[in-house]
């Protein structure tokens, strides 16, 4: 059974992890979310849940405004081949959330550690960063310290790359 946010929420408690959340009305899109947040502080983030030629899943975390050229990432990452985006399927099997929701917390249900998390350098310069608790009603802000932290506490260590550029 994957982990609830009140779940989440304990174990970044357990972790010594500061956080805040504001919940809001389901969002889908990065452009849904910019209306609803308000005016919570940090970097806000979009998540892609891809899957390399050979099926290898990562997660590539960036700043929302962020342009990822995706047709080359996999040859900065060491993938094989070309990404496609995970399926639904696949995404609620190895990061227990639904499509909409993801987020970099939601490796806390991925037990056998098989996705890479990529976690962009630009984004990584915020001091505070904001992400769905495993449910797009919501938006929580940690530090970029306190994710590493958490990351690693699930078993990730993630790779911080130059994916992106800035967006328009």
């Not at 174990?11 to 009305?25: E, F, M, N, Q």
């Not at 889908?28 to 892609?48: I, Q, S």
């Not at 078993?155 to 800035?166: F, L, N, Q, T, Y």
């Amino acid at each position: 059974m994957p982990a609830t946010p009140d779940e989440l929420f304990t174990y970044l408690d357990r972790l010594g992890i500061a956080h805040k959340t504001v919940t809001h009305p389901a969002v889908f899109t990065v452009d849904e979310a910019r209306v609803l947040r308000g005016a919570v502080p940090g970097g806000h983030t979009k998540n892609l849940f891809l899957r390399d030629k050979k099926g290898a899943p990562y997660l590539v975390v960036a700043n929302e405004d962020a342009a990822i050229e995706l047709k080359s990432l996999h040859r900065l990452l060491g993938a094989s081949g070309r990404f496609s985006f995970g399926s639904a399927e696949l995404l609620r099997e190895l990061l227990g959330v639904e499509p909409g929701s993801v987020t970099p917390f939601a490796a806390i249900n991925d037990k056998a550690g098989r996705v890479t998390i990529v976690l962009d350098a630009a984004m990584m310069a915020a001091m505070e960063l904001n992400f769905h608790p495993l449910t797009n009603t919501g938006t929580t802000t940690i530090s970029r310290d306190d994710l590493l932290k958490f990351l690693e506490a699930t078993g990730h260590k993630p790779r911080i790359e130059p994916v992106s550029s800035a967006g328009p």
